[in-house]
């Protein structure tokens, strides 16, 4: 069972599909999930980047704390990889993003299954409305 789903986050319409779906599975299966934001470093501010992943967080049954990780030299699919093992997570769900590099990346290396989710995913004709706010911002 997927009691601990780790939901990396770009905050691209991908990873907004991504974690409406890590949600609508995580309240099927009576699991939690984790958001996480890996930034390369200088992007943002810390207190923006954190209020965005609390947003997610509000989104989702038994939401676990976001986590704001810093690649420090490392690529963005070993911090994933990384925290997941250290939060010991079930399942990685994650969007494609622009051009799907740090999924592969992830699906090439993960000890736990991975599931992608597709740009042109659509749990519903529109995304509910609490997600439409996501993409908006």
């Given amino acids: 069972m997927f009691r601990t789903i780790l939901v990396p986050t770009d905050f691209s319409t991908s990873s907004i599909l ?15 999930v984790t958001f996480l934001h890996v930034t390369p470093g200088g992007h943002g501010s810390e207190a923006a980047l954190q209020a965005r992943l609390q ?58 299954p991975v599931q992608v989710v597709p740009r042109q995913f659509q749990l519903h004709r529109q995304p509910d409305h609490r997600w439409r706010q996501l993409l908006c911002d």
């Fill in 18 to 32: 991504a974690a409406e779906h890590a949600c609508r599975m995580a309240r099927a299966i009576g699991g939690g």
């Fill in 55 to 112: 947003a997610f967080a509000g989104n989702a049954r038994l939401a676990r704390p976001p986590l704001l990780e810093a690649a420090a030299g490392r690529d963005v699919a070993s911090v994933i990889l990384d925290v997941a093992a250290e939060r010991r997570a079930d399942l990685i769900v994650l969007g494609t993003g622009r051009v799907g590099t740090v999924a592969r990346a992830v699906l090439a290396r993960a000890d736990v």
